[in-house]
């Protein structure tokens, strides 16, 4: 099983450009996130979706969006990035909707906007 | 007020020691707790995993918590150079998905 994998690795844009951030888990896990993590700052929760067909709000959403593709997949778009989006983002997965089980992560993917 | 306090560290110990990692957090509401350990440039791996109070152990690791305190912990006995890495504690409640993480504790375990 490859767990969860992420696309690009690495991804360098000018402010303005859009991009989208692909995730997928093989676990057949029903909850997948977005993260976004920044020095001193943690982990922070983008959007999350419970189940396919369903996507909620986390704690800094502005600027993003996502897409639950299936239940394997769940992409991040960035539709005018901005520097202050500079971040490494990972994406994760949890078996319980209630995240009883704890989640898996992805590699990440590292962002810089110019 | 963050709901999740973590001391960031840096932390640096012999190998061999004990290393005890803590976590303190203000939500009587959460019931799960996690241990993820992040080595550089990589994503969190899971760790240790428990539900409300009481003691966990998985070899060298034993994970720690009492509610009544609102306080976590992981302990590391004989620490290796390659527990070298980020701690990072999360925890979340009985309903609902989302998972609240402390800000990492880095170690370093000198050879």
């Known amino acids: ?30 909850s997948m996130y977005w993260y976004r993590q920044d020095p001193g700052m943690g982990l922070r929760l983008i959007y999350y979706s419970a ?33 202050s989006q500079t971040s490494v983002y990972f994406c994760a997965s949890s ?20 | 007020q963050k709901e999740v306090e973590q001391d960031p560290g840096p932390l640096s110990v012999p190998e061999g020691a004990i290393v005890s990692l803590n976590c303190t957090y203000s939500n009587s509401a959460f019931q799960y707790f996690m241990w993820y350990r992040q080595y550089s440039r990589k994503g969190p791996e899971l760790l240790m995993y428990t539900y409300s109070s009481g003691n966990k152990e998985d070899g060298r690791f034993t994970a720690q918590v009492d509610k009544s305190s609102k306080y976590i912990s992981l302990f590391i006995r004989d620490s290796q150079p390659s527990d070298s890495a980020t701690y990072l504690c999360a925890m979340t409640k009985n309903t609902g998905n989302q998972f609240y993480f402390g800000t990492g504790t880095s170690l370093t375990v000198i050879p």
Not at chain 1, 1 to 21: D, E, I, R, Y
Not at chain 1, 97 to 110: D, E, H, V
Request: aromatic share 6%; hydrophobic share 30%.
């Open chain 1, 95 to 114: 078996e319980a909707t209630s995240g009883r089980a704890g989640q898996f992560f992805g590699p990440g993917t590292r962002l810089t906007v110019l």
């Open chain 1, 51 to 83: 189940s396919e067909g369903t996507t909620d709000k986390g704690e800094v959403p502005n600027g993003y969006n996502v897409s639950r593709l299936n239940k394997r997949e769940f992409s991040l778009r960035l539709e005018s990035a901005a520097p």
């Open chain 1, 1 to 30: 099983n490859a767990g969860v994998t992420q696309t690009p690795k690495f991804q360098v844009l000018k402010t303005g450009q859009s991009m989208t951030l692909q995730c997928a888990q093989d676990m057949n896990h029903n």
